[in-house]
């Protein structure tokens, strides 16, 4: 073990991030936090943005402060922009990932001569019922491709009939990236539409959305982008779809003109088009100084540090934990895959409650998924040696067999 450490010491004296680390409030005690790919922790910028908001401007200025808060939304999707390979005005933040998806695969099958959607087996369940009510909606239905799917398997379930595909970039399950511009390329010569569930690239993929001709895309900012619980997702419309696509919730926020107060709803010429109600301004002010971090590290060098992370993972899992029933799932090529690991193990609840008593922070999902997150400006190596010597010693002397069997609450 002490080889172990000294490998990760020589990683992090290594790691050009490794100062990003100190800007992020730290926990009381003292946890390895790997669940960053469920809820990252709050910077300091964070929270003196927010502060800042409530002294200054909220306790203040009161409503007037709108005048500047109302441009929110659209200037932190363009701040989020390039993150995603889009045009500033085509990103805007909004609404939840569920709410997001919803309003984008609805509007998108009003224009499309497919009724179908096509997605995976494992997308996440929000998706998933999401696409089947938007099919359902459009007297379509849904079409389940098997997990992680290639552009191969996705080919094969596509006809004209289908008028949506819509897949996550990074699978919250097993990590594994998507053959993107492949699979948007495959939709697109059958005339479907196609929508990019982000939420686990954000902030730690560079995602080129743009690049590849992708023509929708959602996400949240409270992974990756450290934006805090229930922080504002964002939306993308490429901006030749903007005129053509109409929201199926006309909020006077997407409106034309939204302080004429007119009887009837225009929808904004503009990417504003897709938003709804008064915004949560200091969840808002949260993920933009979220945002902000992640754009001043820069985006290909968390890839590099997130890819290192992941690569020495697989092989210290393979390595410490292959014959104590541990196995990876998903690709075991980090460039292939997200910043996630997720382990197989017949007993993966209890070990995820040993894991959390001994303070590495990892999560659970079911049936035997544990999975470990990496955020590359709050994470270091050190965390990763920690996270497989904890594990080792619990299977090895069966620790995590002091936990109930059954899962209960799963965060
Ligand atoms: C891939 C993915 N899509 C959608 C969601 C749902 O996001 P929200 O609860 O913000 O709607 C999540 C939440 O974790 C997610 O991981």
């Not at 808002?284 to 100084?289: D, H, R, T």
């Amino acid at each position: 073990m002490r080889h172990l450490r000294r490998q990760a010491e020589a990683r992090d004296a290594a790691d050009p991030l490794a100062p990003f680390r100190a800007r992020f409030l730290r926990p009381d005690r003292d946890v390895v936090y790997l669940d960053g790919n469920s809820l990252g922790p709050p910077s300091g910028e964070v929270l003196d943005a927010v502060l800042a908001t409530i002294r200054r401007d909220w306790r203040t200025r009161l409503v007037e402060a709108w005048s500047e808060w109302i441009d929110l939304p659209l200037r932190a999707g363009g701040l989020l922009a390039p993150l995603l390979g889009a045009d500033p005005a085509e990103v805007a933040l909004a609404d939840q990932t569920t709410v997001n998806l919803y309003k984008l695969a609805t509007a998108a099958l009003e224009v499309t001569d497919g009724r179908d959607v096509v997605t995976d087996a494992d997308n996440f369940p929000s998706d998933r019922y999401v696409l089947d009510a938007a099919a359902r909606r459009a007297g379509g239905r849904l079409r389940i491709v098997p997990s992680d799917p290639s552009p191969d398997d996705v080919a094969a379930a596509l006809d004209g009939e289908v008028g949506l595909v819509s897949l996550s970039w990074v699978s919250y399950r097993s990590g594994a990236l998507a053959d993107a511009a492949a699979i948007t390329a495959a939709a697109h010569d059958v005339g479907a539409l196609v929508l990019w569930d982000c939420s686990h690239a954000a902030g730690v993929v560079p995602v080129d959305l743009d690049g590849i001709g992708a023509d929708l895309a959602v996400g949240c900012t409270y992974k990756y982008l450290n934006g805090g619980p229930g922080a504002p997702a964002f939306l993308y419309v490429r901006a030749d779809l903007h005129e053509r696509l109409v929201s199926p919730i006309p909020g006077w926020w997407g409106h034309a003109s939204m302080f004429s107060f007119a009887p009837d709803y225009v929808p904004a010429p503009d990417i504003r088009r897709f938003l709804v109600g008064t915004p949560p301004i200091l969840s808002l002010v949260a993920a933009i100084a979220g945002i902000e971090l992640v754009a001043e590290a820069g985006i290909e060098a968390i890839r590099r540090k997130s890819m290192a992370m992941t690569g020495w993972f697989v092989e210290l899992v393979e390595t410490h934990l292959g014959d104590l029933g541990a196995r990876v799932v998903g690709p075991r090529d980090p460039s292939r895959r997200g910043s996630h690991v997720a382990v197989a193990h017949p007993e993966a609840w209890q070990l995820t409650q040993a894991l959390r008593d001994e303070g590495v922070i990892v999560d659970f999902r079911t049936p035997e998924l544990v999975r470990f997150g990496f955020s590359p400006l709050v994470n270091s190596f050190a965390d990763l040696a920690r996270a497989i010597e904890t594990t080792e010693s619990i299977l090895r002397d069966g620790r995590h067999r002091r936990h109930p069997r059954q899962p209960t609450t799963v965060t």
